[in-house]
């Protein structure tokens, strides 16, 4: 079992609809949670950061994170075309010192006008 | 504006032609990162620095390398590419503090293609 699931996609979905990116991951030690966003050749861009369980908001854009369930999601909304890219997941434990962050595989989001 | 950069964007290379990949960050930050992505797959972690001191990871080749002559900048070597090098290399960035590095900030990647 990988420590980090996600489902590929692709997700279509239609301009302004919300969309939900979800990840699932088996080691209880993660605390720390990131969500990245990667257009096609391009690097990943930071989206959000929490830490712990909770939700967080920026803009149209909404974390959760679930550590009971050892969910993650993020969701989207109103959205656009230009959202249109690879989101990635990515975890880490909390344990002093460094830490090696674990990634998801990556879902395809495809938004059409 | 603070960044990432890496050089070059493209790079193409025969089988077995050693090749340099070059990173460089504006953000002081201590931890420097190389990844390695293929299509469709989780960047993959190489090695990383904090500070000068190197950490590779158990299951990368001997074949890639790492210099960090300051903190600004990082290279990649790639000592004889083959076809399965063929990826794109990432170059991130963190800041390291008492609970640990976690919030990395990438470049825009460096495609190889080996021929």
């Known amino acids: 079992q990988k420590e980090v699931e996600q489902d590929p996609g692709p997700l279509s979905v239609p301009e302004g609809a919300i969309v939900s990116l979800n990840c699932t991951y088996s080691?209880?030690?993660?605390?720390?949670f990131m969500w990245y966003r990667q257009y096609s050749r391009k690097g990943p861009e930071l989206l959000m950061y929490?830490?712990?369980?909770g939700n967080k908001e920026d803009g149209r854009f909404t974390a959760q994170v679930d550590k009971s369930s050892k969910y993650i999601s993020l969701f989207i909304r109103d959205s656009q075309p230009s959202d249109s890219a690879t989101y990635l997941c990515a975890m880490s434990a909390d344990s002093g010192g460094y830490q090696k962050v674990t990634f998801g595989i990556g879902t395809k989001l495809q938004v059409i006008p | 504006d603070a960044m990432v950069i890496q050089n070059p964007r493209y790079q193409v290379t025969q089988f077995g032609k050693p090749v340099t990949l070059s990173c460089s960050q504006t953000?002081?930050?201590?931890?420097m990162y190389w990844y390695q992505q293929k299509s469709s797959q989780a960047p993959k972690l190489l090695f990383h620095?904090?500070?000068?001191?190197?950490?590779n990871e158990a299951d990368t080749p001997d074949n890639f390398q790492s210099r960090r002559p300051n903190t600004s900048f990082c290279f990649l070597d790639i000592r004889s590419p083959g076809l399965g090098d063929a990826a794109m290399y990432l170059c991130?960035?963190?800041?390291?503090?008492?609970?640990?590095?976690?919030?990395?900030?990438f470049g825009p990647g460096t495609r190889l293609t080996v021929t």
């Open positions: 929490t830490y712990s369980s």
């Open positions: 953000l002081n930050h201590n931890v």
């Open positions: 620095y904090y500070d000068k001191d190197f950490n």
């Open positions: 991130a960035t963190s800041r390291f503090n008492t609970k640990g590095a976690y919030e990395q900030y």
């Open positions: 080691n209880s030690a993660f605390q720390y």
